[in-house]
């Protein structure tokens, strides 16, 4: 039902980061009619060409400004992803390469009231 809210279309980009490595990021909307704290994002996959991310490679960004580890996101109960706001969703693997790329996103979060993880899937071919 929320998989069209999952990956944001033209986001798709390598970066420059703090520490002056090259990250991908995407964004992605809640898939939810409210906003959560990020310590109920339960997970966050990204699959480049049939490869996945490593867990321990992906930091998301409620502000594009702070940036925590899925597993640090878990405890972060003072930022939240409120809806229509995007988080950002970086890959710290020095970027992808110039032409086209099959992406997908996964994502659930945990919310009140459903006992149990929901979210949404979208693949789209990009174009760096």
Wanted: proline letters at 5%; hydrophobic letters at 40%; aromatic letters at 10%.
């Amino acid at each position: 039902m929320f998989d069209s809210y999952v990956f944001t279309e033209g986001s798709a980009k390598n970066v420059s980061t703090a520490d002056g490595t090259t990250a991908f990021e995407v964004q992605t909307l809640i898939t939810y009619y409210r906003g959560i704290p990020l310590s109920m994002v339960h997970d966050v996959q990204l699959v480049v060409d049939g490869v996945e991310a490593p867990r321990e490679e992906i930091v998301i960004s409620p502000n594009g400004e702070d940036w925590f580890t899925l597993d640090e996101a878990t405890t972060v109960t003072t930022y939240r992803w409120e809806y229509g706001t995007p988080l950002t969703i970086r890959w710290l693997n020095g970027g992808l390469d110039t032409g086209e790329h099959e992406v997908t996103v996964r994502l659930k979060i945990r919310v009140a009231y459903i006992p149990v993880p929901f979210g949404g899937e979208r693949t789209r071919i990009i174009s760096l």
